[in-house]
């Protein structure tokens, strides 16, 4: 059965369309800097949002249409709705895609029942990669919805919950590689505390940082290439999670030995809830070499939590691919759409309205951002300020030549430093505006 049967696959019409069913700004064959869009961008659907995501609210539960939600709870209906998930990103053009293991699959009375109920709809997974070449981009256990996860699930205070949750890390990285993904994802879930007064903190962290060894190690085992990321954000569910910004999680992967292994997806309104903007996180980890994949979506700085809406401020996307870009752009990692339609927009259409424009802020943002490069002008209007280290004393001390005595010495013999020239923010914020409009 066709979940969309009334359409097509959306295609690029350039900037002049009006179609709301087609592209304006991503022609997935288009070259910029020598590689297509589609490469450049690595666009993914996730599975959480698209296709289970109700519109279930605090106040409400959920009122959103979807065809494939048949006889919710069967393992049939999972290998339906697999199908039909698969005729959207196909219809779409997006090529890749980003699941839960109970995403995909409901869980069975027992472990054993639930993975075997998880390996049937991998089957329907594997037919429909291969029918259609999209591809995983990553996998990823839920290691928070079940009521055993309350305290959490690597940093559980019950250690057969950290059993449980490592044999569900297990079998997620199985069919991660079973399904030939390219990537495996750690988003801490539960993995933080709400009361530092029943909270051995320390001893959480050293558990967790065991249990992202051991998924390691098990990849090396089973020979799972793809890359592992680790994916930050501050609160929510908990008030502090453990992995809550780009500097914390960098910190607890080399204090761990970690830093070689894992690499960091970032999402923008994680960024956001953090007190940074979503520039801050991707230049904080691609200057530390760990910049890995995005969770691409946009928060709603008036309500103040994690909303998961689709980007479509050209302005933020152009930001994420000038890092993108600068960092030298994307291996294993793309733009995943961690993004979900707001509860209002309940029609099965409103997810194409969501991913075509998501798609197409990005695309327009990848364009920008190659333009701001090939023109060079802000790039040379920064090295110009940091000009003083290019020469004599800047470059003496960068090299090593230098302690305190001697520019004690300098200083000395100088004695006053050479004038400050204004920093330009307002002309840098103008020059970059000229490519946006
Ligand atoms: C939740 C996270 C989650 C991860 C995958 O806030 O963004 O969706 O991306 O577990
Ligand atoms: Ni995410
Ligand atoms: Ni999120």
């Not at 409400?60 to 048949?70: D, I, K, M, N, T």
């Not at 490592?166 to 709400?194: H, I, P």
């Amino acid at each position: 059965m066709a979940a969309f049967p009334e359409i097509d696959r959306v295609v690029y019409e350039g900037p002049d369309s009006k179609n709301p069913l087609a592209f304006r700004h991503y022609d997935e064959d288009q070259l910029v800097e020598g590689k297509t869009m589609k490469d450049h961008l690595r666009f993914s659907v996730v599975y959480w949002h698209t296709f289970r995501g109700s519109g279930a609210d605090p106040f409400g539960p959920g009122c959103a249409v979807r065809p494939w939600e048949l006889a919710d709870g069967t393992v049939e209906n999972a290998c339906e709705r697999a199908r039909m998930a698969f005729e959207f990103i196909e219809k779409l053009g997006a090529p890749y895609y980003a699941f839960h293991d109970r995403d995909v699959a409901p869980e069975g009375d027992n472990l054993a029942e639930t993975n075997k109920n998880l390996d049937r709809v991998v089957e329907v997974l594997k037919e429909q990669q291969a029918r259609t070449g999209i591809k995983l981009l990553w996998g990823t256990a839920n290691l928070f919805s079940n009521p055993r996860y309350v305290h959490g699930a690597a940093t559980s205070c019950n250690a057969d919950v950290y059993a449980f949750a490592a044999a569900q890390v297990k079998k997620a990285l199985e069919v991660t590689k079973e399904l030939g993904g390219a990537g495996y994802v750690f988003w801490g879930g539960r993995e933080g505390y709400q009361n530092l007064l029943n909270t051995d903190m320390k001893r959480e962290l050293d558990h967790l940082a065991r249990f992202l060894h051991m998924a390691v190690d098990y990849a090396k085992q089973i020979g799972f290439e793809g890359q592992f990321y680790i994916e930050p954000k501050p609160k929510e569910p908990t008030k502090h999670q453990y992995d809550s910004d780009a500097a914390a999680c960098i910190n607890f992967l080399r204090t761990y030995g970690l830093e070689n292994d894992l690499q960091l997806n970032l999402e923008t309104n994680h960024a956001t809830l953090a007190g940074h903007e979503m520039l801050h996180e991707l230049d904080y980890a691609g200057s530390q070499g760990m910049l890995g994949s995005i969770d691409a979506n946009t928060g709603d700085l008036l309500l103040g939590w994690d909303t998961d809406q689709f980007p479509t401020n050209v302005y933020l996307t152009a930001q994420c691919m000038w890092a993108v870009l600068k960092y030298g752009g994307f291996t294993s990692g793309g733009v995943n759409f961690d993004a979900k339609v707001r509860r209002e927009s309940f029609e099965p259409v409103d997810l194409f309205h969501a991913h075509i424009g998501g798609m197409d802020a990005f695309a327009k943002g990848l364009k920008i951002a190659a333009a701001i490069r090939a023109d060079g002008e802000l790039d040379s209007m920064l090295q110009q300020r940091y000009a003083s280290w290019d020469r004599d004393l800047g470059a003496e001390i960068e090299s090593g030549q230098h302690d305190l005595p001697s520019l004690e010495k300098y200083m000395l013999s100088k004695g006053e430093v050479a004038a400050n020239t204004s920093g330009r923010q307002e002309l840098f914020e103008n020059i970059w505006n000229r490519y946006i409009f």
